[in-house]
Structures are given as structure tokens and as C-alpha cells.
């Protein structure tokens, strides 16, 4: 079945880059997600690769997205206390469908 | 633009009371997706509606139930609660033939 999954933690000091992972397992995506979600607050759209891509970026943020592996990932370049989150990485699935397919979820952790 | 309005905010119920949960999409967006998130389960995909039709179901029993209205807007129910139906129930919504979901702030269901 379908399934993705991230490590749960990562802590980084201010002004490092953070790297979080995700892998997934359905062959017929078509584009991959990162959302941010704050505490108490619904899930923010950061960026998403199409799955044809190898890497995106987009200001902070780059993701690179090996296909063979099926293997994604979000960095975040000069880290701040801003960016403390949980950060998840979702798989839409191919079809005439929207269903996203969500990992566990990363907590971000940024240490000033 | 407005985003994603969703209403209730907050919902404390009993159990055996039935809810009822309402979304309003960005508009011009048609397409309409509800997921819930619980610490054990994480977000899991509830259903997804698109023009007034369900185009997809995730494993979720009977008592969750949901509707589009012709102007987009959407309401899932659950009948009959139980202490484990207690989420983050989100809704988000697309415009037709892109990529990008924008997720509203979510509902948060207590049931007691």
C-alpha cells in the first residue's frame, strides 16, 4: 500500500541549514508536498516538486527528490528560530484524485 | 484572497451526540478534500469532493459521512461519536488542474 515516512526529530542551531527526509512507496505519484504546520494551527503549503523533477528551489528552500529511491528532501538554508515546526512531506497520488498521502510528520527544533 | 474558512473552530461533544463540520474553499477552487489528525494516526485522508460528487473515500467507517453544495462549500458529519473520533479535522481545497491544496485552520473536536 501506499505509505511515506520521515524521521520524527531534528534539532539544528540558528543559521545552520536543516535537512529533513522523507521516502514514500507508490510508483504512480505524480507530485510530491512539504507542508509546515505551527502549533494549534492547520497545515502551510511551502513547496512541492513534480515528480518528474530532480530538484526545486525555491528562496531558503530546496527540495531534491531522487525517484529511483524514492527519496525526498527539504533543506532549509540559514535556519531560524521562525522555522521551529512540524514539517510534513505528502504524496499525491496519480488519478483524478487530490488524496495526499501524509508522512508522521519531522518537529523542527531550532536552537538560537 | 480569502483562504479556507472552516467552522467550528472548536467542538466539544458527548458521546452518541452527532457534528457537524463545515468548510468554505477559496474561491473558484471546486475541489474539496477532508483529513483528519490525531496524535496516534497521524493525517489521514477522510474524502474528497469535486463539483458536488464524492471522487474519493478514505477507510474510515460509515458514521463519517460528507456533502458538496453547488457553491463549493462542503460539511462533513459523524454520527454517533466516539472518544476516538477526538481530532484536528482539516479540509482543504483546489482549483481544477492545479497542483497546489491550500489547507484551512482546522476544527478541533473534543468529545468527552
Known amino acids: 500500500g501506499e505509505d511515506v515516512e520521515q524521521s520524527l526529530f531534528l534539532s539544528v542551531r540558528e543559521g545552520d541549514s536543516s535537512v529533513i527526509n522523507c521516502t514514500y512507496t507508490?510508483?504512480?505519484?505524480?507530485?510530491l508536498y512539504w507542508y509546515k504546520q505551527e502549533p494549534g494551527a492547520g497545515l502551510q503549503l511551502l513547496t512541492y516538486i513534480f515528480s518528474n523533477m530532480d530538484m526545486k528551489q525555491d528562496q531558503r528552500l530546496t527540495v531534491l527528490l531522487n525517484k529511483k529511491d524514492k527519496h525526498l528532501s527539504l533543506r532549509i538554508a540559514d535556519t531560524q528560530t521562525g522555522d521551529s515546526a512540524i514539517y510534513f512531506c505528502a504524496d499525491r497520488l496519480g488519478g483524478a484524485t487530490n488524496k495526499l498521502i501524509f508522512g508522521t510528520g519531522t518537529l523542527l527544533a531550532v536552537q538560537p | 484572497k480569502a483562504g479556507v474558512t472552516q467552522t467550528p473552530r472548536y467542538l466539544i461533544k458527548t458521546r452518541g451526540q452527532q457534528v457537524t463540520l463545515s468548510c468554505s474553499p477559496i474561491?473558484?477552487?471546486?475541489?474539496v478534500s477532508w483529513y483528519q489528525q490525531t496524535p496516534g494516526q497521524g493525517l489521514q485522508f477522510l474524502f474528497e469532493?469535486?463539483?458536488?460528487?464524492?471522487?474519493n473515500k478514505g477507510n474510515f467507517p460509515g458514521r463519517f459521512s460528507g456533502r458538496q453544495f453547488s457553491n463549493s462549500r462542503s460539511e462533513m458529519n459523524v454520527s454517533t461519536l466516539e472518544l476516538g473520533d477526538s481530532a484536528l479535522y482539516l479540509c482543504?481545497?483546489?482549483?481544477?488542474?492545479?497542483?497546489?491544496?491550500?489547507f484551512g485552520p482546522g476544527t478541533r473536536l473534543l468529545v468527552l
Open positions: 474561491s473558484g477552487h471546486r475541489s
Open positions: 482543504a481545497s483546489s482549483f481544477p488542474g492545479e497542483e497546489t491544496q491550500y
Open positions: 469532493y469535486f463539483s458536488e460528487t464524492q471522487r
Open positions: 507508490d510508483s504512480s505519484s505524480t507530485y
